[in-house]
């Protein structure tokens, strides 16, 4: 397993490091355009699965690093696949969205062909769409070399509610976390969500209590994704330090 482990990490930053960031968007953008593909295969079948009543997920092999950014596994909201002609913002799912918007752009991919309608608010100024900084080279390779998919599907959410004093209506998020195989656009199994807001909330004085309320349950539902996958997975833990 270490010597597979090394092998990944040596032909990651080797990549990483011969090619410019402009040369890797012209020489692999047919990578790009099968990924999408891939993508798109594993949510059209997403569409069709009933909502999960278990937490399992049957890894087929032991290869999933999800310490770093630079992990084989790429996580995006269900209703991200709606439009992805431009960034979106959308609350409660924890996804990766912004890396999943801006590789169509970086790759100049046309998607207009998949884009359904929607109804949240777009973000103009939430995007990686620009070729400066290591944080978009990071969410190039990591869009790239995915090999799992983990699909977020927000079924119903209710947001909390600022009333008066220490008061306020609590909040929910309902659904549930399909873990596919990119490759194979394979339902490898996935988890149950149902998160309600925390009981007591700290607020500054002068803080927007609604949009600190909001910003509690989205942390937790994020928090909780990121804690279910790491307890089904058999996850490769990454000791090293990566200076892209």
């Known amino acids: 397993m270490k010597s597979l482990l090394s092998v990944l990490v040596f032909a990651f930053l080797l990549t990483s490091c011969s090619d410019s960031i402009e040369d890797v968007l012209n020489n692999r953008r047919e990578d790009a355009v099968s990924k999408f593909n891939q993508l798109y295969k594993c949510y059209e079948?997403?569409?069709?699965?009933?909502?999960?009543?278990?937490?399992?997920?049957?890894?087929?092999?032991?290869?999933?690093?999800?310490?770093?950014?630079?992990?084989?596994?790429?996580?995006?909201?269900?209703?991200?696949?709606?439009?992805?002609?431009?960034?979106?913002?959308?609350?409660?799912?924890?996804?990766?969205?912004?890396?999943?918007?801006?590789?169509?752009?970086?790759?100049n991919i046309d998607l207009s062909s998949y884009i359904e309608p929607h109804d949240y608010r777009v973000d103009d100024n939430y995007s990686f769409n620009?070729?400066?900084?290591?944080?978009?080279e990071n969410a190039v390779f990591h869009f790239l070399n995915s090999k799992y998919l983990v699909l977020n599907r927000v079924v119903e959410f209710r947001k909390p509610l600022y009333i008066s004093g220490d008061e306020y209506d609590s909040g929910f998020v309902n659904g549930d976390v399909l873990v596919f195989d990119i490759e194979k656009s394979k339902l490898l199994g996935g988890f149950v969500l149902n998160i309600k807001s925390n009981t007591e909330i700290n607020v500054g004085e002068g803080d927007d209590v609604n949009s600190e309320l909001v910003a509690s349950l989205t942390s937790k539902v994020r928090e909780e994704i990121k804690q279910k996958f790491r307890d089904l997975t058999p996850f490769l833990e990454v000791k090293y330090t990566y200076n892209f």
């Open 45 to 107: 079948l997403a569409k069709t699965i009933a909502p999960l009543t278990d937490d399992e997920i049957n890894w087929e092999t032991n290869d999933v690093i999800v310490e770093h950014g630079e992990s084989n596994v790429y996580q995006v909201g269900f209703e991200s696949f709606k439009d992805l002609s431009v960034p979106l913002n959308i609350p409660y799912d924890g996804t990766r969205r912004r890396e999943h918007a801006d590789m169509a752009m970086l790759f």
């Open 130 to 136: 620009t070729l400066e900084g290591k944080s978009t």
